[in-house]
């Protein structure tokens, strides 16, 4: 076969360093066609995506934690001042790091690495994000209990989405 003749297209390798630099950069959005392969990733949750056009619908609820309803369990002692995602001022989000799949347990049947209502501590592994069979484990970062739990299991999420909600201790 000669090199005219292989196909061309990203490596999971290629798409994990792709990633990493757009982490890494300012740049808001990365849109790349390589042979078949096409990769678009955005650090805007509103951003068109692929299959979208400008005349495009907005974003499902699904990917917004706004959609989800508090339980009663997060409500606070007494009442605080609300974020647009209507958390308490005071709770810390615990964004995902990258877009991918939200896993709450490190692998299918074992229980869930947190759950609302369980103190914490920064260092605590609090789920997964996973990414082209890259899973990387998210901290909650601070000490403090669980709240709100924003993202069902096996969701896509997108970069610096609200994955949860945890009160500082």
């Known amino acids: 076969m000669t090199e005219q003749d292989k196909p061309a297209g990203l490596t999971a390798d290629d ?16 849109d790349l066609r390589v042979g ?9 949750g509103q951003a068109r995506g692929i299959g979208r056009g400008p005349s495009a619908a907005p974003a499902p609820p699904s990917t917004a934690a706004a959609s989800v309803p508090e339980p009663a369990t997060a409500a606070p002692s007494a009442p605080a001042p609300q974020t647009a995602a209507g958390a308490p001022d005071h709770w810390v989000a615990v ?6 799949t939200f896993y709450r347990s490190p692998k299918p049947g074992a229980p869930p690495y947190v759950e609302e209502g369980q103190t914490v501590e920064a260092d605590t ?3 997964l ?10 901290t909650g970062g601070v000490a403090g209990t669980v709240r709100r739990i924003c993202v069902s299991d096996g969701e896509m999420v997108e970069h610096d989405q609200p994955l949860l909600y945890i009160e500082p201790a």
Do not use: Y
């Open 129 to 138: 994000i996973e990414v082209m069979k890259l899973f990387t484990p998210v």
């Open 125 to 127: 592994e609090v789920c």
């Open 15 to 30: 798409i994990n360093h792709l990633l990493e630099q757009f982490e890494a950069s300012d740049w808001r959005e990365l």
């Open 36 to 44: 078949d392969t096409h990769l678009f990733v955005s650090k805007d």
């Open 95 to 100: 964004k995902a790091p990258n877009l991918g």
